[in-house]
Structures are given as structure tokens and as C-alpha cells.
């Protein structure tokens, strides 16, 4: 709805061209899954021919999810005063039951976890824990390979996201130390890596077509926060499960991760990885039906 109500106000058939449809397929993607969505849509669509689009909707996206990770870290706090009881009542029910104490902590402020993310390695633990992630890998690249030279294209990444959630359920794989070590580092470097393409000078030097496509995902975005935490409110869902919720959808499974430690949530780190995995599983398909479908019918 968001990228629908963006893309009418922006007018993107006259100010876009006709490449709009494939934009917000684009966009559509990714804030259901992640770049990886981002980027299936706009191969298939041969966006990349238009350098200026191109680059302009990956300064843009950087931007925008930037500027949403901090205000999903923000509302969860300023709304917390306006938020029903009902709602603080059942978070701190499911808090009790996991030992957490979150509405304190929104209150009081983010815990560190500096504790959590703290573990005794041996170098066999970091071996095995190296060997399994990077042995899954080249097996979904073999993977998606050979399962095109059938006709099924399928995203090595939702091949690598399927084994990941098998190899969870295996204790003795849940039981290496080390993992958990290897993917902070890996969240901390993906943020940084946000952070340094938020390139505003880029955006700049795009002239009227970045302001359009700065102006196209602002309302996308705006409309999803709206009805994101419009549902919450109005359901008495927990602020912070609306943000986390929120930032699964923008910024993917790691900056929700993110997010949720930021908040002292770690109860909603598992649920927003798991989100952010459904997201990135379904953001290809729903990204090609908005570009192909959607957008012609209501904007053609």
C-alpha cells in the first residue's frame, strides 16, 4: 500500500518513466525481505541500464533505511506514554515468562548485553562454527545453480536461509560456541556498512529525479509506520513488537535484531531474525507481482 500511495504521489509514470513499475517492484521487495530482493527484481527488469535510476534508488533506499532504524529506536520510547495499559500488561506477561523485564527497560533505557555477547572461544569452536557457515554457503551457490539448469530459479539465499533453520533444530550444532560471537561482528559491519552509503551528496547530485525518488520512499515508508503502528495501537500490541515488526520489514532481519538488543528485548531477537527470513523468502515474489501486476493495473 505504502509503495502504491508513493508511487501515485510522485506521479512516477510521468516523473520516473517507464521503469516506475520496476522501481516500485524494487522497493516493494525490499521492504518486505532485503537487498537480495532489491536486486532480483531489478535484474530482471535490467534497471542497472539506467545508471542514474539505478544509483539513485540505492542511495535512497541506504538513506531512508537509515533514518527508519532511528526512529524505530526513538518511538518505541515516545510513544510508551501514550500507550495503553492493556498493552504494557500483556508485555510484561510474556516478559515474566521468558524473565525479562522490558517495559523497565524502555523506560530505564537500553541494557548493554555486553554480557550476552561475550563468550569463551577455543580455536576448534571457531573453526567448526567458520566451516559450517561457509560450507552452507557454497552449498546454496551449488545449490541454485544447479537447480536453474532445470528451470527453477531459486535465490541461493533462500536455500542458505532454509539451511540455517534446519541446522538450528540439530542440538549439537545449537551447542558450538562462536556463532553467536560471528554474527554481532557480522550485524555491527552491516550497519556500518548502511550508515556509509547514506550518501546525501550522491542523492544530490541527481537533481529532481533523486528529490522524486526521496520523496517516493518517504510516503512508502510513512504509510507502512502508520499502519504498522496505527494496528498496533489500535490491537493493544506492545510498542516495541510494532517496531521491531516495523524494522523487519525496512531494514531487514538484522537491523531488527538490532533493534530488539537496543531495547533490551532480546525475547524478540529470535521472532524478528525468523520475520526478517519470511521476509526475505516472500519480498522476490511480492516485489515482481507489484512491478508486474500491481502498479500497470492501478497506474498503467
Not at 550522491?202 to 528529490?211: E, I, N, Q, R, V
Request: glycine content about 12%.
Amino acid at each position: 500500500l505504502g509503495i502504491v500511495i508513493g508511487m501515485a504521489v510522485v506521479r512516477g509514470p510521468e516523473t520516473i518513466g517507464p521503469l516506475y513499475n520496476a522501481l516500485g517492484g524494487m522497493f516493494a521487495g525490499t521492504y518486505t525481505g532485503g537487498s537480495v530482493n532489491f536486486n532480483a527484481v531489478a535484474l530482471s527488469y535490467e534497471v542497472m541500464t539506467d545508471g542514474p535510476l539505478f544509483a539513485g534508488a540505492v542511495a535512497v533506499d541506504n538513506i531512508v533505511t537509515t533514518v527508519w532504524i532511528m526512529a524505530t529506536l526513538a518511538l518505541p520510547r515516545l510513544l510508551l506514554p501514550i500507550w495503553t495499559r492493556t498493552s504494557a500488561s500483556s508485555t510484561e506477561s510474556a516478559a515474566a515468562s521468558s524473565g525479562d523485564e522490558p517495559s523497565l527497560e524502555l523506560t530505564a533505557g537500553p541494557l548493554l548485553g555486553i554480557e550476552d555477547d561475550t563468550e569463551t572461544l577455543h580455536p576448534l569452536d571457531l573453526g567448526l562454527a567458520l566451516a559450517l557457515g561457509l560450507g552452507s554457503l557454497w552449498v546454496s551457490n551449488w545449490a541454485s545453480s544447479a537447480l536453474a539448469t532445470t528451470g527453477l530459479n531459486v535465490p541461493s539465499i533462500l536455500i542458505l536461509t532454509a539451511l540455517a533453520l534446519v541446522f538450528a533444530q540439530i542440538p549439537a550444532v545449537s551447542r558450538l560456541r562462536g556463532p553467536r560471537v560471528l554474527g554481532m561482528v557480522a550485524v555491527y559491519l552491516f550497519l556500518a556498512v548502511v550508515g556509509a552509503y547514506c550518501d546525501v551528496a550522491a542523492l544530490k547530485g541527481l537533481g529532481s529525479l533523486g528529490l522524486t525518488l526521496l520523496a517516493f520512499t518517504s510516503v512508502a515508508v510513512a504509510v507502512h509506520g502508520l499502519i504498522v503502528f496505527g494496528a498496533a495501537r489500535l490491537f493493544k500490541v506492545d510498542v516495541a513488537i510494532a517496531a521491531v515488526t516495523s524494522q523487519a520489514n525496512v531494514g531487514g532481519g538484522t537491523s531488527a535484531l538490532a533493534l530488539a538488543r537496543s531495547l533490551g528485548r532480546d525475547d524478540l531477537v529470535l521472532p524478528a531474525v525468523l520475520v526478517g527470513s519470511l521476509g526475505t523468502a516472500l519480498g522476490t515474489f511480492l516485489g515482481f507481482w507489484t512491478a508486474g501486476v500491481l502498479l500497470p493495473w492501478l497506474l498503467g
